[in-house]
């Protein structure tokens, strides 16, 4: 599968972003799908999680209540809405894709397909 972040940029905090991860190359809606960040200087974590059909979400600690991940299985895409954005949330996003319908787990290694990141960076 091909995934392709985007929707990343500047923002000020307490702004909002939505990012998208577009994919191709299988079937969408078969598979759990996730975002993960990496901010500079910092390990690569999870930030949210979606099954296969939507119905189960996972969230980071740390952005539970601010961000909302959904998916368009007509649209092949996946989404994080990033609300009440703050310096912290300031990392490069990545968008993945499992190999199972269900979230099987929130590591990096859960998570087999990879698209290439899309920068957000929030000011003060």
């Known amino acids: 599968v091909q995934l392709q972040a985007s929707g990343g940029g500047l923002v000020q905090s307490g702004g909002s972003l939505r990012l998208s991860c577009a994919a191709s190359?299988?079937?969408?809606?078969?598979?759990?799908m996730g975002w993960f960040r990496q901010a500079p200087g910092k390990e690569r974590e999870f930030v949210s999680a979606?099954?296969?059909?939507?119905?189960?979400?996972y969230y980071a600690d740390s952005v539970k209540a601010r961000f909302t991940i959904s998916r368009d299985s007509c649209k092949n895409t996946m989404y994080l809405q990033m609300n009440s954005l703050k310096r912290e949330d300031t990392a490069v996003y990545y968008c993945?894709?499992?190999?199972?319908?269900?979230?099987?787990?929130?590591?990096?290694?859960?998570?087999?397909?990879w698209g290439q990141g899309t920068l957000v960076t929030v000011s003060s």
């Open positions: 190359g299988r079937t969408f809606s078969r598979y759990a």
């Open positions: 993945a894709s499992a190999s199972t319908g269900l979230v099987a787990g929130t590591r990096e290694a859960d998570f087999g397909s």
């Open positions: 979606i099954s296969w059909r939507g119905g189960s979400t």
